[in-house]
């Protein structure tokens, strides 16, 4: 359990007081949050409440949407506040294709551009950004960076404690590179966020909300645990489920079942 992490994005609909007060019961060491808790909650008074409870923030998500205008200044700002809750990384999914654009090259090329634009202000901050590839379905509309490889291509230019990567179970257990590239991002030092969710089929229609609890699918999750273990990579590992089915349980049954299936077929 130490290395546990429940992301809580997996308990959506769970207001973060009940949240935090959950994890504390139930022996959980840390958490990660989203911005959209922070907005709820308020920055300062969400810091407050799990700094008092004793738990560590593992990682904010997230940044990223280098397609949107005024990406610069809001990049800004959630480096700020992951550095207000005092977590390490911030997550960064890069966006999808410009409206009207079907230039992929070009699209990732910003994304790195906006990276080494953000550089400087997450150093002065204590925050490491990480770049997460998403799978390949979506990257027209919400992340063209879709595998590791690309990932770690685009922190390449930049320290390793600046910019590392996001390994997540959901979107890279289909690439038969993928072991590969985990060992190229432990030589690198690049591993700066590892989260576990299942693959469950059918997918809903809503394919973003298709992810499922540890166990509960068909990802080698304990292989990616072994893998990120090999790397050098000690850090947390977060549970993170987008589920309608998940978000509709009460908040402390998610969090015991997730404990069970991570400490069944992840740890």
């Known amino acids: 359990m130490k290395r546990f992490a429940l992301n809580s994005a997996t308990t959506k609909r769970w207001p973060l007081p009940e949240l935090v007060a959950g994890c504390v019961d139930a022996g959980v060491p840390g958490v990660g949050l989203w911005r959209e808790d922070l907005a709820a909650y308020g920055v300062d008074n969400a810091a407050a409440l ?12 997230r940044g990223g949407f280098f397609d949107a205008p005024g990406w610069l200044e809001e990049n800004r700002r959630a480096i700020d506040e992951a550095a207000a809750v005092g977590a390490p990384v911030l997550v960064l999914v890069s966006g999808g294709l410009p409206a009207g654009s079907r230039d992929l090259d070009a699209a990732r090329a910003h994304v790195g551009e906006a990276i080494g634009a953000l550089v400087p202000h997450a150093q ?7 770049v997460e590839p998403l799978h390949p379905m979506f990257c027209s509309d919400r992340c063209v960076v879709a595998s590791l490889g690309q990932a770690l291509d685009l922190a390449d230019p930049y320290p390793p404690e600046a910019v590392g990567v996001v390994i997540d179970t959901y979107h ?10 985990i060992a190229r991002a432990g030589r690198e030092n690049r591993i700066a966020c590892f989260q576990v969710a299942d693959w469950v089929t059918p997918l809903p229609a809503g394919v973003l909300l298709g992810r499922g609890l540890p166990g509960t699918g068909c990802v080698e999750l304990r292989r990616f645990r072994e893998a990120v273990d090999a790397a050098g990579y000690a850090g947390p590992v977060e549970v993170e489920v987008f589920a309608e089915q998940v978000w509709a349980r009460p908040g402390r049954a998610v969090l015991d079942e997730a404990i069970a299936g991570y400490l069944t077929h992840v740890a």
């Open 124 to 130: 002065a901050a204590g925050v490491r950004l990480a």
């Open 50 to 61: 799990v700094r008092e409870a004793g738990l560590a923030v593992t990682s904010l998500c």
């Open 172 to 181: 890279l257990w289909w690439d038969d590179q993928v072991w590969t590239q």
